[in-house]
């Protein structure tokens, strides 16, 4: 077991976790409450390091990220346990695992990049679960992913302390951030977390500029899919993030502690789209839907389709030097060398 980092001795052999905002004091042989760091006499260690239960290559945009490396394959992987409880989660049987050696991968950062490089995947992505609560394991790897040329990347619902938030993003180069609703009530009630600790994470990585990030918005019927709070929202990012964060509207399908709710319909999704491009926000998009324009990028300015995709597939890139072919508007694209995009690798593999 490896050591985490973020936490310090109480009273007794008790420690307190400052990673995310939970702040979990953790007695001797517990482990907090997102299962992967154990308390053992007094020192806290991550059952995560180096165990993940998930290792697939998928492409980038099912991240998503849209703005980041399109066309790309991303070796993804997760690992057991989460700091928050939502009770949609779509990948609950790894989330609410506790950590289980006949479920747990042995992979060192250096053989998961390794990894990557091996099968042509330019990025790591840290997903599945919340990679937040295994920050110690992500570094690692980023930091041997940069020796090597990779980019890294965080799919997380930003739920980290301010402390720990820049330490851990001085490794990340892009990120995607979900934002679950936007009311204390839904967070609440439904993920057993608050708001305005992901609200701080995105106006933090927002100040730093130094992290790419683009953020989804999973819209469950009945919970949080009124038109009115997704235009509060909306407003919310463009006076504190500006237009340009892209904005990903995903649909829920029922799971876990929601089965009795139905799928999300494009339709709502498609008005949700139009709400926050109304509002202003630049770059909007839905996911999990068959949609006839909400997987492409246009120029905002006046309206040439510039990144032409169907579901989680880029069929043409149209920019000229990061910009608008026709207008010349500067667009915030990474594009990913055309050798990277591998047009004939299978775009989804399970390596586990
Ligand atoms: S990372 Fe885990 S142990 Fe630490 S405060 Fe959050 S939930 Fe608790």
Redesign the pocket.
């Known amino acids: 077991m490896v050591e985490a980092q ?2 310090t001795r109480t009273s007794g052999n008790k420690v307190l ?8 004091e ?1 007695g001797d042989g517990q ?7 154990k308390n053992e006499g007094g020192t ?1 260690y991550s059952l995560a390091y180096g165990n993940p239960y998930a290792v697939h290559i998928d492409p980038i945009e099912k991240k998503p990220l849209s703005h980041y490396l399109p066309g790309t394959r991303i070796l993804s992987i997760g690992t057991a ?1 989460c ?1 928050l409880g939502c009770k949609f989660c779509q990948n609950w049987d790894i989330s609410k695992a506790k950590y289980d050696h006949e479920r747990a991968y042995s992979f060192t950062p250096e053989i998961v990049v390794e990894t990557a490089l091996e099968r042509g995947c330019p990025s790591i992505a840290f997903t599945y679960n919340d990679p ?2 295994w920050a110690e394991y992500a570094m690692d790897i980023a930091k041997a992913a940069h020796a090597h040329g990779l980019k890294t990347v965080m799919v997380t619902a930003g ?1 980290i302390t301010e402390e720990a938030l820049p330490i851990v993003y001085d490794h990340m180069d892009a990120a995607n951030i979900d934002l679950k609703g936007f009311t204390e009530n839904f967070y609440r009630k439904t993920c057993l977390a608050h708001l305005e600790p992901v609200l701080k994470t995105l106006k933090t990585l927002k100040q730093r500029g130094t992290t790419w990030f683009e953020i989804t918005n999973l819209i469950i019927p009945t919970l949080n899919d009124a038109l009115e709070e997704i235009r509060e929202m909306s407003k919310w990012i463009l006076d504190n993030l500006g237009p340009d964060v892209p904005l990903h509207f995903t649909a829920f399908h029922p799971d876990f502690k929601l089965m009795h709710l139905p799928h999300t319909g494009g339709d709502i999704l498609e008005e949700a789209r139009l709400v926050a491009m109304d509002a202003g926000i630049h770059y909007c998009y839905v996911g999990n839907v068959h949609t006839k324009e909400g997987n492409n990028t246009y120029c905002p300015k006046c309206r040439t389709l510039l990144v032409r995709r169907t579901w989680h597939a880029v069929h043409e890139i149209n920019l000229e030097d990061g910009c608008c072919p026709t207008c010349g508007h500067h667009i915030p694209i990474f594009e990913s060398a055309p050798a990277q995009r591998n047009a004939n690798a299978p775009m989804y593999e399970v390596l586990n």
């Open positions: 973020f936490y976790c400052h990673l995310c905002p939970r702040y979990c953790i482990t907090g409450f997102c299962f992967v760091r806290l346990g700091n937040v609560i739920y």
